[in-house]
């Protein structure tokens, strides 16, 4: 859906998973992505940003009839009859897609487009963090910068006035703390509890206030800093729908489920399109479930690919023995301290504060152990990732898009970020 709503196409794109285990694997080809770039950046030469600006008042009002959407499909899906929730699930598939196809188009750019900025300031400037931070300054708030605040008033309220504000939050961030993989239901009890804990971690959010930085910039540097800029929206409110969507979708497995007697975990390993076999025929479904270990999903051009195999493996492994290794500086400072590996919310007890987190990426549910984290180290992203967005906010040191972050590092293992400059050096004992 996403090549049916751009200007700009996806060449290549994958996921894989192994059932047994959350963590998904994001495949891109990266030369091939590095030529879109190039079209990107030539068609913004000739033509201006009006293509990109029309792209974030799109996002911006489909987004929130999205949401709407969502919250009403989900109020309605347990008193449906059992044809009714075929085809609302159909209707809301449909949906779904299409309004996360324009969101998308950051995957394409988002990476390579921060790198290459970084590397163009590095050349003539040794504080590229606090140059790129205050070049990545905008009057725009992220849905989870407006959360929070919306916690903070709930916090500060009483009585009456506080129940209202909770059910407000509920029905403005009903999927607030679902991911992909895991549906949390939100209620009043726990929306007071976040706002608690926001209370209480209150001193730590104003950690970093950007300021705007004059320096000359070449050409193709202001396109990439108004793309970029540009991506922090689009990519925010690709993120909503695709939380609101997980949410909504996870409603009607839930659903199915209950009515079905299934199992939870197993009917999880089913694509979206074989909920209907989970509805129709669910004993056969259940069968080839249960014998499904792998499942990747393939964009190829516009071609789509569901399998039940691991499609694409990594063509070199990282060397274990690297001492130190690059990414994009996102959030200024230097740090040194112990890792914790991060990959999936079974991990978060593991994290203590002061440690480094090193996961692949962070979300929205990472908040709580972004907040104990003395610094974060990401194998994937830009400078408008989750990642980035909430350590500048918070202050604290980030590095994205190492790549490897996660392959050479491991539990314990003392480092430091030096977050000015990118670079991640392993500390020896």
Not at 262 to 289: G, S, Y
Request: proline share 3%; glycine share 6%; charged share 30%.
């Amino acid at each position: 859906m996403s090549n049916c709503r751009h200007l700009f196409k996806f060449p290549f794109y994958a996921l894989t998973l192994k059932t047994d285990q959350e963590r998904l694997d994001e495949w891109i080809d990266q030369e091939k992505y590095q030529v879109v770039c190039e079209e990107i950046i030539s068609y913004v030469k000739k033509n201006g940003f009006d293509y990109f600006r029309k792209l974030e008042r799109t996002v911006l009002s489909e987004t929130k009839e999205f949401l709407d959407y969502s919250w009403n499909v989900c109020s309605a899906v347990p008193e449906m009859a059992a044809d009714e929730l075929a085809g609302a699930f159909h209707n809301f598939v449909c949906k779904y897609f299409w309004h996360y196809g324009p969101g998308c188009i950051t995957f394409l750019y988002e990476h390579n487009l921060s790198e290459r900025l970084s590397d163009s300031l590095a050349k003539r400037h040794d504080n590229v963090a606090e140059l790129l931070g205050g070049l990545m300054k905008a009057e725009y708030k992220s849905f989870m910068a407006e959360s929070e605040e919306m916690l903070f008033e709930i916090a500060g309220a009483k009585g009456n006035v506080r129940d209202k504000m909770a059910d407000g939050y509920i029905r403005k961030y009903f999927f607030i703390d679902t991911s992909y993989r895991h549906k949390i239901e939100l209620d009043k009890k726990k929306v007071l509890a976040k706002a608690k804990a926001i209370i209480k971690h209150g001193e730590q959010k104003s950690g970093a206030v950007e300021k705007p930085v004059k320096i000359k910039l070449s050409k193709e540097e202001e396109i990439i800093v108004g793309l970029l800029k540009s991506a922090e929206i689009v990519r925010d409110k690709r993120k909503q729908v695709a939380m609101a969507g997980a949410h909504v979708m996870l409603k009607f497995l839930d659903e199915i489920v209950r009515r079905k007697k299934l199992d939870l975990d197993l009917a999880k390993r089913a694509h979206w399109f074989e909920f209907q076999d989970l509805l129709d025929h669910p004993k056969e479904t259940v069968e080839r479930l249960k014998k499904r270990d792998y499942m990747s999903i393939v964009l190829d051009g516009n071609s789509f690919h569901y399998l039940d195999y691991i499609a694409i493996e990594p063509r070199t492994v990282a060397d274990s023995d690297v001492q130190f290794f690059k990414g994009t500086p996102a959030a200024a400072g230097i740090y040194k301290g112990r890792v914790k590996i991060i990959v999936t919310k079974k991990d978060f007890p593991k994290m203590k504060k002061g440690d480094i987190l090193v996961t692949d990426m962070t979300r929205p549910d990472y908040l709580p152990i972004m907040r104990l984290a003395g610094a974060i180290i990401t194998d994937e992203g830009g400078l408008t990732c989750h990642a980035a967005v909430v350590s500048r906010e918070m202050g604290i040191p980030c590095v994205v898009g190492t790549k490897i972050g996660t392959q050479v590092l491991h539990d314990g293992q003392r480092v430091e970020v030096d977050a000015d400059r990118g670079v991640v050096k392993i500390v020896k004992n």
